[in-house]
């Protein structure tokens, strides 16, 4: 079958529900209609098995990825195009991994791929026969997908690129640009050491990170790449560290980009084949420009891995409740991975999902053919897997107050995009031919509880601690998110009514024209890219100067080069402190490198004091020597009893007797090395949030 174009018509019959009211079709190719085949099934099950077997042991488990992918794809009936059966896929695979995330931290197998895979392919595989479905993909597409991969590719392309062709131990310094990216690494360091989610396995997960965080912090986005990288690994067991590091950190790069398109993808879907021509390619150019010059790159550069993912997650799972644009099944199922995925990767932004799921249902009550106890009855039990992390956080030692009204470094929201945005879909929202539509009136109800939430969080902070802190910052995000993809909307309400008159090749050629012009534009007034216009050396483009094309220019490198990580992997089965220079912050970062690189993040309960420890290069006031010395001893002195000694490493050797000999006459004996050439001296502003 020929790839083809896809018309507005074409994408209106298409996008209808494919799962009617009633028993399921029967399969089209092959055997009798309406019969399932015991024969089928049981060679299904067998190759769900023997695929998995034969990829692990050939060390081509990467592979196992997009079959899964495909495999989900061919057997739900969503959408029109390709491009929208695998972003919904994947929303239905992400949320598969977490809910069966609690199977596999419980069996014996762990992360193990061929057990995990193998499970998810015979589930699928029991579907499509119950199911009475014969795999199927279409192979249609729209020209607007090349604006959606184009999104994603760009992203891509400018994060890659300070880190292409270079090792493991160079890309540290790009890895390692806050205390944040540690954290989370050690989720995911705990998360495979334990072989499942550290809230199951809480007293094991102790020693791969800081307590109480095992059951207080979300850990949906560290479960996914831990499970996605045994997949890539073919096997649980991560190998060396410092290459783990690296996997994950291109994990991360890769889950922006997708971020990006994402974003652009959703904002399409909401518009439906309603929208077509040069003004669907303004709306997806806008968004992908608006994205190119967003300060979001911030989210990636200072480490707040859980909290684009999250936004990934909350853009595809609105876009779905929105626009269902599938059968009631897929509906469900669609619903209930998107409110899993999001409260277990950012659990607040869980919240957002129930309220936005809550008016999908009552908005398309009709798509649901069942009872309304039937219906309650599957939603319910996704919001008990929802619910089950969070309510553990609860029942620990997690202070909701406390950490409501935390402070700390933040990237804020776009309030441009966030106000001007908003206000845009809520004119949009209010045209009566959308108005008027079932997504209409469920992307009002987005809208509406966005706005509810958001305005009941600020109020509750001004009211409690007189001021907006931390985590206003991080629900405003979800405002954002929710103002791009509604650019879809209100590319409908410039979209007038399709006549469905014949597209001519001078008409399809204005329409090429047309969004080309459309895409230059949004580039230009979204993402500032002047075309080479009025650009010298003095005097570069706004477009120079955005975040992400300074980060492609690899400006935002630390100078941890590979002498110095090299230097960090010490072989030690007791705790290591480095002071790499007389830089606190950036003894801090060493030493939980170290740790990490060990597989000892729980050492960091105690070392965390090293981040007032401000001596181990040359040249030390005496005064800061004192006050370092102090906590430094106090770090040591919390460690608990192990019959290996601390190790320290400094970049001054004199430095580094000097603290041998003050400790050994408090009674605290340690091993000291020293090596001169890992002395940091870049200042460490450079790579804090709001430095």
Known sequence: ?????????????????????????????????????????????????????????????????????????????????????????????????????????????????????????????????????????????????????????????????????????????????????????????????????????????????????EVTYPQGSHFLLAWVDAVVHSGADPGDMLYTMNRYFLYLLLAYALFCAALVWAARWIAGPRLYGWRCAAVCASVGALMFASNYTDLLIHGFDSTFIGLLLIALALAVLIRPAMGPVEFLLAASAGLITVTYTYNIYGAFVGVALLGAVVVHRRRLPWSWWWTAGALACALGVAALPSVLSLMGDLDVAGASNMSGPSVEADRAVLIGGGLLALLAAAMPRYRRTASGQAHLAVLLGTGALLSAFAAYQLHSIGRYSYYIHKMTAVGVVVSLISLGAVGIALQPAYRGSARTLRRRAGELVASGL?????????????????????????????????????????????????????????????????????????????????????????????????????????????????????????????????????????????IKRDLAAAGVTVTVLSDPQNLWTEPWGRTFPGG
């Open 1 to 213: 079958m020929s790839t083809v174009h896809s018309t507005p018509e074409r994408e209106r019959e298409a996008s209808r529900p494919t799962s009617p009211p009633g028993p399921p079709p029967a399969p089209t190719g092959g055997g009798r209609p309406g019969r399932r085949s015991p024969l089928v099934l049981a060679g299904g099950l067998v190759l769900s098995w023997l695929v998995p077997a034969g990829l692990v042991t050939l060390h081509l488990g990467v592979v196992l990825l997009p079959l899964l992918l495909l495999a989900i794809a061919a057997v739900i009936r969503v959408g029109g195009v390709l491009l929208d059966r695998l972003f919904v896929a994947g929303l239905l695979l992400a949320g598969s991994v977490l809910t069966f995330g609690l199977l596999f931290s419980l069996w014996p197998w762990g992360l193990s791929p061929i057990p995990t895979t193998g499970l998810m392919f015979s589930v699928v595989t029991v579907a499509a026969w119950a199911a009475r479905r014969a795999p199927r993909l279409p192979v249609r597409f729209r020209w607007s997908d090349l604006l959606v991969l184009g999104t994603g590719y760009g992203i891509w392309h400018y994060l890659f690129h300070p880190v292409a062709g270079t090792s493991a131990a160079e890309r540290v310094a790009l890895f390692a640009t806050s205390e944040d990216r540690l954290a989370h690494f050690s989720f995911f360091s705990g998360i495979q050491g334990v072989g499942g989610f550290n809230f199951l396995h809480q007293e094991a997960a102790r020693n791969f990170l800081i307590p109480p965080s």
């Open 518 to 658: 459309a895409v230059a534009a949004a580039l230009s007034l979204f993402a500032n890219v002047q075309w080479g216009f009025l650009t010298t050396e003095d005097n570069p483009s706004a477009w120079s100067g955005n975040r992400l094309v300074v980060w492609g220019r690899g400006e935002f490198k630390g100078d941890m080069g590979p002498k110095g990580a090299a230097a960090l992997d010490i072989p030690s089965a007791g705790p290591v402190i480095v002071l790499f220079a007389n830089d606190d912050y950036k003894n801090l970062k060493a030493t939980w490198l170290a740790s990490l690189m060990n597989r000892r993040g729980g050492d960091m309960a105690a070392l965390y004091d090293i981040h007032w420890v401000s001596i181990g290069g040359p040249q030390v006031k005496e005064e800061d020597y004192q006050k370092s010395m102090g906590r430094l001893k106090g770090a040591i002195a919390k460690l608990p009893a192990a019959p290996v000694r601390p190790t320290i490493v400094t970049a001054d050797r004199s430095v580094g007797e000097r």
